[in-house]
């Protein structure tokens, strides 16, 4: 897969958001700032930022930009705050190939860290008012990243709350995924229409675009955590199954056998030698559960592309290349291997 | 000491601020919300909103009550969620008299719940609108709670590294317990200012009222954490003495005597004995430490006093009971043994 329009934008809005950050998120006490800093001076895929400065401008032009680079980074740190305060959550060593913030810092400071990138979260936003926003589209903005953020604790909550019970189908599933992945990515395109004054329409349908990239990307996700490669994805593997998390894999393939079912319970339970291991890896190939995720996020992805078509059919957009650059941010997201 | 006005008016409010929280943090998950409502609903002095609705009454009349009751209930989750992630940090076991929320949810959920708080601190000023506030007024006061944020974050930050140090003198420590306590303070008398629809000089009079109560109050805090009544304050004794906080106490005993200081270090490096913990009171009764920490806490109540009188002369207070149950936060901050 070439991703050409998106790889020469994607590098370009990457550079610009990362040194937009580490202007932002300065102060004192200096060790508190490094290890807020941390996670994010080791990269990522920055795909947050992405849709929120390539949406704003396909559809507000370059003028646009020096305000949605605010809420893109605003989004980012957010996203990374999440990230600081999961990583401890989970008792996680390594992101993105580097130690987590915990292992590094602590505990305490870790979460401290986070509490400080959140707050900022809320302030990166104000700061476009330099570059032209006024108090309504701040309003606006802030109380994106407000729900937006409300919306993680709960999907993490539902995500802690699902490795204790098996009272859990798909649709419980796809509410936590959207919660805690879909509705960030869902802020982030709506802060793009918002940055280029869009129409409460237009940013809606920039919501739901950015809502089913987000459940294609998640659903990916769990698939990389089982399938994927650790020198790629920068995680550990088959951590979720080490955790008992009821992903798509283990949902689907517990209810098509009940076989499958007791075998993952026991799994869940403690068992987790490599060859239990194997054997739910063979088990998520051998009951269809590997195909059936990977159509349920090409269909979000479909649902992806259908909002965007139905942008473009309002003869708004301005900027094509950012515009294309969105479709193949959300084939990206079904297909990344990292 | 008798607080009539404040007594009289604390109780209402502290009802009132009560009834708007339960009503704003509700959601699923229901564990997640349980544990975000945990410490709430064990009560607290709620100085925090009254200070809030007291300035907002006593400058805007009745009328910005309406509003400033969302600001107010802003603040004390904001200050609740704080406590949470501290209770960790510190693992204290107790507090307002119950156990601590890791301590009955455990350590993930109770971040989680922290995080959900925090951004229901940002969402919850919004509900203004309902009550007639503008999207000028919601950038402002949200602005206002996301300075606080950051700065209890800081603040928290400098307190854990002071553990670790002696490079701490009182400037220091002033700038710590601004960080961590009378920011926020701060906030919560500038939101009633916003609310009132003040001029910016009065809510910067305000903020400063705020400054010196709330650097009174964490004086006193410290005064209470060696002196107080755990019956009372809901908190065990001595924990600041056993972390090896580098409070007012310490700091000014070690700074007296090199003899008392060298006592302090060892105390801090392990040695914590019931006759260790008795000799340390003994310190800082001798040294002159608690009445100096006494007259501090006196000075900055009556720099607070100053600035209610500096708004008195502007001939703008609205509702005389509510100034005057603002300066009776004030003595109280000073005076309190809860």
């Known amino acids: 897969m070439v991703y050409e329009t998106l790889n020469k934008v994607g590098e370009k809005y990457a550079l610009l958001i990362d040194s937009y950050i580490s202007d932002i998120l300065r102060g004192e006490p200096e060790d508190l700032y490094k290890a807020a800093m941390h996670l994010i001076k080791a990269g990522g895929k920055r795909l947050r930022p992405m849709i929120t400065l390539a949406s704003s401008r396909a ?92 919306k993680i604790a709960e999907g993490q909550g539902y995500d802690i709350m699902f490795e204790k019970t098996w009272d859990v189908d798909e649709k419980d599933y796809l509410k936590m995924i959207y919660l805690k992945t879909g509705a960030l990515i869902e802020a982030s395109s709506k802060l793009g229409g918002i940055a280029s004054n869009s129409d409460d329409e237009i940013v809606e349908l920039l919501g739901e675009f950015g809502r089913f990239v987000g459940l294609a990307f998640q659903i990916r996700d ?27 894999l283990v949902l689907y ?78 084939e990206f997201s079904i297909n990344r291997d990292k």
């Open 59 to 150: 559809l507000g032009g370059a003028s646009s930009e020096a305000k949605a680079v605010y809420y893109a980074a605003a989004v980012e740190i957010l996203h990374n705050f999440s990230l600081v305060h999961d990583d401890i959550m989970d008792n996680d060593d390594f992101r993105r190939g580097i130690p987590t913030v915990h292992k590094v810092y602590g505990v305490n400071l870790a979460i401290l860290a986070g509490d400080l990138m959140f707050s900022y979260a809320f302030l990166t936003p104000y700061l476009a008012i330099k570059a032209g926003a006024d108090n309504n589209e701040i309003t606006k903005a802030v109380e994106v990243i407000g729900e937006g953020s409300r």
């Open 222 to 248: 769990d698939i990389l955590g089982v399938f994927g490669d650790p020198a790629k994805t920068g995680k550990p593997i088959f951590n979720d199954l080490k955790r008992g998390k009821k992903t798509i």
């Open 253 to 330: 393939a517990s209810k098509r056998k009940e076989e499958w079912k007791k075998f993952f319970i026991k799994l869940f339970s403690g068992n987790q030698s490599d060859e239990n291991i194997k054997e739910a890896v063979d088990i998520i190939k051998e009951s269809g559960s590997l195909n059936y995720a990977e159509e349920l996020a090409k269909n979000y992805y479909n649902n992806a592309i259908d909002k965007l078509d139905s942008i473009e059919k309002n003869g708004i957009v301005k900027d094509e290349e950012s515009f294309k650059s969105l479709r193949e941010l959300a």
